[in-house]
């Protein structure tokens, strides 16, 4: 698959994130830096150079596909089988793929709903080294590919680029309603929305070329570049500099307090020549020219000084916010959004289950958030089991 675009274009980082995001390989030719590029255009639009303009592996082209178009030719299935099931997950994730194997191995009847790629954050991590079972690491979108493959072995039924727009109770029964119109009917569900990457909220963060929240996606643009900036001090803002200074010569780290990273991370920037963290600045603007960024300006928390510092992209990685505001004010939430559970991670609402990310109280991490995955469908079965009388044989785990 080829892309035709430009990095000014934001139909063109559209369409470059939804192929990044489901693991679809692609050229991307910049029509800004490729002489031919216009021509090629020109020729397969009959006189127009309009963009993004994607050519299919057989040679059919669309000029700027919706995201919709764009999942029908990758081959995704946008629409469940039925409109009845035992039970409902919606996000495909870690934790929503956890449940429906589980799901599927005990005879529970349940389809998988992910409003954008299956995998979830996992599949646009550059890497995981911290999952079990894989002492060398392996590349977060590998992972998320054996996830979806072991889901699909156990012939779970799996929905994605289709959005929930309300989970609401009718009767004995939960409402699933789909941005299609569709509404799916069940006897329970699991949210697995996990969360999305918290924005800073200051000028120039919104129309500025070069602000940036995926390094995966995007690094790969500032090979040889000067120095690049990442703005927090996480293990994901650590993780995705490291990703960084494969490409840029030097990264500059911005954080608002201590570095909070797991200590081998912060020993592992730190050590490094090409990194210079600078700690306990609040990020004023972020400056631009002619649209496009140009540099960070921060104030020093203690001092009040302004400091600038130029670089070619900034990325911004400063905390988590929860998928949530679908359920509206369905099911108790916390100040922070994160849905609130019981013990046995059932919601406010009868039926209703939460895991991973988006649940009050997880840990963010992967291996937790399949835990809880895996912890939410056996509390549904014994849910199942004590209201629709339906008696699932456990499977036993560790025979396989």
Not at 172 to 188: E, F, I, N, P, R
Request: contains cysteine.
């Amino acid at each position: 698959m080829t892309v035709y675009g430009a990095p000014w274009c934001p139909h063109c980082k559209r369409v470059k994130k939804f192929l990044a995001a489901h693991r679809v390989r692609y050229a991307f030719i910049d029509i800004d830096t490729d002489p031919q590029a216009i021509a090629r255009l020109k020729e397969l639009q009959n006189g127009g150079q309009i963009i993004p303009t994607v050519i299919y592996p057989d040679g059919t082209h669309e000029v700027n596909p919706g995201d919709e178009a764009l999942a029908r030719r990758i081959g995704l299935t946008l629409k469940p089988d039925r409109s009845a099931y035992d039970l409902v997950i919606v996000g495909g994730g870690p934790a929503g793929l956890a449940a429906a194997i589980y799901a599927a191995r005990e005879g529970i009847d349940a389809v998988v709903v992910e409003a954008s790629a299956l995998g979830g954050q996992t599949g646009i991590s550059d890497r995981v080294d911290n999952y079990p079972g894989f002492p060398e690491g392996i590349s977060g979108g590998e992972l998320a590919d054996r996830f979806v493959a072991q889901a699909r072995r156990y012939g779970v039924e799996l929905v994605s680029a289709v959005s929930v727009t309300s989970v609401q109770r009718d009767h004995d029964d939960v409402v699933t309603s789909l941005s299609s119109g569709q509404q799916l009917t069940s006897h329970a569900a699991i949210v697995a929305t996990g969360s999305t990457y918290q924005r800073l909220g200051v000028p120039g963060e919104e129309d500025l070329i070069g602000v940036h929240f995926c390094a995966t996606c995007d690094g790969p643009f500032y090979k040889g570049a000067e120095q690049v900036v990442v703005i927090g001090g996480g293990n994901s803002a650590l993780e995705e500099g490291l990703h960084l200074s494969e490409f840029a010569q030097r990264v500059q780290v911005l954080a608002r307090s201590g570095l909070s990273a797991s200590p081998v991370l912060q020993a592992r920037v730190r050590s490094d020549p090409q990194f210079a963290v600078r700690t306990g600045v609040d990020i004023v603007e972020l400056e631009g020219d002619k649209g496009r960024f140009t540099g960070v300006v921060a104030r020093d928390r203690d001092s009040g000084e302004i400091l600038r510092f130029p670089a070619a992209a900034v990325f911004v990685f400063i905390g988590m916010k929860p998928n949530s505001a679908f359920l509206g004010d369905a099911v108790e939430r916390d100040a922070g959004g994160f849905i609130v559970t019981s013990h046995t991670m059932e919601t406010s609402l009868p039926g209703v289950f939460a895991a991973g990310d988006v649940r009050s109280g997880s840990t963010k991490q992967l291996g937790s958030a399949v835990g809880d995955g895996i912890a939410a469908l056996l509390m549904t079965r014994r849910y199942l089991e004590a209201h629709h009388h339906k008696a699932v044989p456990l499977v036993d785990a560790w025979a396989g």
